[in-house]
C-alpha cells in the first residue's frame, strides 16, 4: 500500500499542477473579459454622454432628464441619472476624482453592492455651448452580473473537475496497484524471505508479462542456481568432513603405532607379575593366605594391563564430536599418562604445571586429547637425545587471528607446551601447519599431526602461536575460546 500512496500522491500532484496552470491561463481569460466589460461601460457611456450634450444644446435641461429616466427604465443592466457634484455627489467619488470631473474628464471605477453584485461606474460631464464649465454631470454604471456568473460558474467547473479527476486517478491507481503491483510484490517479498531464510522451494508462478514477471521469473531462475549450489556445497562439505574425519583417524592410528612400543613396554612388568604368581600357584601348595595375595596380584596387574590397552583403543577409536565445558587439567593428565611410555623410551622428562585453579574450556575430550597428543609427541620425536618437556596450564593475554574474525584482546585458556629440542628455523616456521610437511628424518612423521591438531583447535573456536628459536627449543600456545571470564563462559558453569 505505501506504493500506491506514492503513485496516488505523485497523480494528484500532476493533476493539481495541470489543473492550476488550467485556472490561471482561465483567469488571464477573465481578466481580459473583465477588462472588455470596462472598455464597454466606458464607450457606451461616452456615446449617452455626447447625446445628451446634443439634446441638452438642442432642446435643454429638461429633455436631457426626460431622455435619462426613459434610457435609465429600457436597459435592466445600465442604470443613467444625472448627480450634483455639489450637493449631494456620489459615495464613490472623492475629491480627486470630482476635481477631474469638473474638469470635464471621465471618471471610472467598479464598486459592489451590497448583495455583492459588482456594477462598472463611468462618470461624465455635459458641456453646453459656449460655456467654459460643465453644465451637468451624469453616472452610468453597467451590471457585470452576467461576467461574475461566468467567472463563478468557472471556478466551479474547475474546482469540481479537479476533485472528480483526482477521485477517478486515485481509484485506478489504488486498483491497478492492488491488482499489478500489490499483491504481485507481497508474493516476491515472501518468496525472498523465505529465499533469504534458505528455503528455495515453491516456484513463485505470476502470469503477468511485465518488469514484475520479469522480475519474479529471474527470482525463481536465481532460486533454482542457489538451491542447486547449497546442495553442491552440502555435498562437497559431507565428502570434506569425511576426508577430515578419515585424515584425523589415520593420523591417529599412526600415533597409535609409535604408542605400541612403549604399550608394549608398559605391559612388559605386569605380564611378568602375573606369570610368576601363575607358576608359583601351579606349581606349589601355598597357604591360603598366600594363595589370596597371589590372585589378588594376577587381578590388580591384569586391571592395569587392561587400562593402558583400553587408553590405547580409545585414543583410536572414531566418536562423533561432543563438545562440553569440562577441565583441561583433566586432559593433559590423559595426555600424559598416555604419552608417558613413549617419552620413557626417548629418554624424555614429561612435566604438568597445571596450577591451583582449574582452567574451563568448552571442548569435546577426545579430540583435544588427539590435538595435545600430536603436539606433544612431536615435541618428544624432536629431542633425539632426550631432554625435558612442560605442559602448562593457564591463561594467555591475546588477540584473535583474522582467519576467525577478530576479536577483542583478553585473556584465553591456554595449553603452553615447550620442549628442548633443536627448534625450528624461521623460514620454516609459518609451514609447520602445512600438510605432510615435517622436518624428521624419513619414517619418522608424516606431517599431518600439526595440522591436525590446528584443525581440531580451530572447530572448538581456538588456535595455535608458535614461538621458536633455534638451538632453544620451541614453545606451542594452544588457545581456545571464548574468553576467560565471558558472560558465555560464566553460564556454562553456573549451569
Known sequence: MKLARKLTIALVVGILVVMGSYAAFQIRNEVVLAEGDTTRARELAIAILRILTDVWNREGQDRVATLVDITDKALPDVRIRLIDLDGQPPPTLDEAQRATLREGRFVQQVWADADGLEWTYVYGAIMAAGQARPAAFIEARQSRRVAQTFVRMNHTAILLATLAVVLACAAIVMLVQQRLVGRPLVLLREKASRAGAGDFSRPLLLRQRDEIGDLARDLNAMCERLAEGQRRIASETDARLAALEQLRHTDRLATVGQLAAGVAHELGTPLSVVSARAQLLATTELPRPEVVTSARAIVEQGD??????????????????????????????????????????????????????????????????????????????????????????????????????????????????????????????????????????????????????????????????????????????????????????AMEVAS
Not at 613413549?342 to 586429547?369: C, K, N, W, Y
Not at 615435541?379 to 577478530?406: C, E, F, K, N, Y
Not at 606431517?447 to 581440531?456: D, E, N, Q, T
Open 304 to 489: 592395569r594391563m587392561a587400562e593402558i590397552i583400553q587408553q590405547l583403543l580409545d585414543f583410536s577409536r572414531r566418536r562423533p564430536t561432543r563438545p562440553t565445558l569440562g577441565s583441561l587439567q583433566q586432559v593433559v593428565a590423559r595426555v600424559i599418562d598416555l604419552l608417558a611410555p613413549v617419552a620413557a623410551r626417548a629418554r624424555v622428562t614429561l612435566s604438568a604445571e597445571t596450577g591451583g585453579t582449574p582452567v574451563l574450556a568448552h571442548v569435546d575430550q577426545g579430540q583435544m586429547l588427539q590435538a595435545l597428543s600430536n603436539i606433544v609427541l612431536n615435541g618428544i620425536q624432536a629431542m633425539r637425545d632426550g631432554g625435558h618437556l612442560w605442559v602448562r596450564i593457564g591463561t594467555r593475554r591475546a588477540r584473535p587471528p583474522a582467519s576467525l574474525g577478530g576479536g577483542p584482546e583478553a585473556e584465553y585458556p591456554c595449553v603452553t607446551i615447550e620442549d628442548e629440542g633443536p627448534g625450528i628455523p624461521r623460514d620454516q616456521l609459518d609451514r609447520v601447519f602445512e600438510p605432510f610437511f615435517t622436518t624428521k628424518a624419513s619414517g619418522e612423521g608424516t606431517g599431518l599431526g600439526l595440522p591436525v591438531a590446528k584443525g581440531i583447535v580451530a572447530e572448538h573456536g581456538g588456535w595455535i602461536e608458535v614461538e621458536s628459536e633455534v638451538g632453544r627449543g620451541t614453545r606451542f600456545f594452544v588457545l581456545l575460546g571464548p574468553p576467560v571470564g565471558s558472560r558465555t563462559d
